[in-house]
């Protein structure tokens, strides 16, 4: 990996761990799908979605927003759906539907490929 990969992926870490962030992973499409689907229907607000062409063919990414909080789906068709945000979001949206929440970064894991 070349030195601004690494610079990107130092500052993307370190942005996570000052915000307090948490992740879902390896959320199934479908799953990822109806999560997203049911909390744009409960008042979510749809802030950005990732539009380029290949959208949804490798890659996609939705920000949604409420009441100030916000939360970041990520999706590519190696690991399939994660989502990003703070704990006590992620805690409800897990518990309801039996998934977990990590304190790492969704790509972290990766790091020692390198």
Known sequence: MGWL???LRFFSKARFRVLGLRTIK???TEQFNQIMQDLIDSGWIKTYEYSWPDAWIDWGCVKLKKNGKRLRFEWDNWTEGSIEGKPDILQD?????G???IDEWRWSEYDDNY
Request: net charge positive; proline share 7%; glycine share 0%.
């Open 93 to 97: 949206i897990a518990r309801t539907r």
């Open 99 to 101: 998934l977990k929440v």
């Open 26 to 28: 390896d959320i199934p």
């Open 5 to 7: 990969a690494r610079l």
